[in-house]
């Protein structure tokens, strides 16, 4: 947790985000914890459903 705040996540997040939009995704998913899920909400990811396997369920679609 020592990294919590210092923009490394957010960093992979983009750059993960980018390759896949490269690579001709045009819609991405995700599971995230429910103590994680404003982080993603926050960059811009969209929660589509709750609960699955404890998770949350997030999508984000390349700008056109």
Request: charged share 20%; glycine share 14%.
């Amino acid at each position: 947790v020592e990294h919590r705040g210092s923009g490394i996540g957010s960093a992979l997040v983009d750059a993960a985000t980018q390759a896949a939009w490269s690579l001709g995704f045009e819609s991405l998913y995700l599971g995230a914890t429910a103590g994680n899920s404003g982080f993603y909400a926050e960059k811009g990811w969209r929660l589509i459903e709750t609960g699955v396997a404890d998770l949350n369920i997030f999508r984000i679609d390349q700008e056109k």
